[in-house]
């Protein structure tokens, strides 16, 4: 059963990232499925996570938010910072949208914090760039450079691959 549900969330990101959300959902919530049964927490974080990601995708905001919470309660008790700094980011990509600005900044900072602590690149990049896409909005020019510049340079210092959205600017 593990294996078919990390098989079923590997199917779910293909799909995902070819355009094709009902496909994705549906081998995510398989997979889900697999990892519930299985009561492996750190998975059932992970594929809600992604069930979120997909929704959020399709444009549903309150959809995605359901998986995002669910996610962050079990990554919070399990204490996986990885996951917990990613879907800290992803909740806060949400309130910024839904216009609770203040809401999205706690959530990017936190996120921001984790990702120092466990020296993660991409959550480090992550973090920053939603934390410059917070004070873009709270029109807070001088701050929000300096945090997409941050994000930038560490994708840069760390070989990462393109999470920094200097479009905002």
Known sequence: PFQKGTILDTIGLKYWQGGNYPE?????????????????????????????????????????????????KIRRAINDKKGLSTVLNNIGIIYLDWGLAEEAFIRHQEALEIALEIDDGYAIAYSNTNLGAYYKYMKQYDEAINHLKIGFETEVERGIDQVSYSYLL
């Open 24 to 72: 994705a959902i549906q081998s995510f919530k398989e997979s889900l499925s697999f990892f519930q049964e299985l009561k492996n927490n750190t998975w059932i974080g992970k594929v809600n996570n992604n069930i979120g990601v997909v929704n959020w995708g399709m444009g549903n905001g309150t959809e995605a938010m359901k998986y995002y919470q669910e996610s962050l």
